[in-house]
């Protein structure tokens, strides 16, 4: 019977890892329509001049006003991670998506707290 060196089971090892992930990103699926129906009413919720202040900030420097980052918030973190993800499998699919990633969650937890903000001054106190 045959015995493999440390060496060939490395190499064994090395290629399964690699095809486990390489193929997976290289195979393209037709979207469920659960998922369309979902990525569809995600961009419902938000006007088109707010997706195009998040793109910009996303690809170059922070330009969403403050009405858009509610909006942006409101629209759901589920929402967000979603479009952001199928940008990136397509008009965005140039950029680094490490980075665009990155810069989608500083987008994301800037809005959230300006939202908290927000809110919490809008809110009635509780001390009166």
């Given at each position: 019977m045959a015995?493999?060196?440390g060496y060939q089971t490395s190499a064994i090892l090395i290629?399964?890892?690699?095809?486990?992930?390489?193929?997976p990103g290289l195979a393209t699926l037709a979207?469920?329509?659960?998922?369309?129906?979902?990525?569809e009413e995600c961009k419902s919720r938000l006007h088109?001049?707010?997706?195009?202040?998040?793109?910009?900030?996303?690809?170059?420097?922070?330009?969403?006003s403050d009405r858009c980052c509610m909006e942006f918030?409101?629209?759901?973190?589920s929402c967000h991670f979603a479009l952001v993800n199928k940008a990136l499998s397509g008009p965005l699919s140039k950029l680094n998506k490490l980075d665009a990633l990155t810069k989608s969650s500083e987008i994301w937890n800037q809005c959230f707290e300006l939202s908290q903000l927000l809110s919490s001054a809008t809110s009635p106190s509780s001390e009166e």
């Open positions: 015995r493999f060196t290629f399964a890892i690699a095809t486990m992930t390489i193929l979207p469920s329509p659960s998922n369309f129906m979902f990525l088109a001049r707010c997706g195009k202040e998040i793109f910009i900030t996303i690809i170059k420097e922070w330009s969403i918030v409101s629209m759901g973190q």
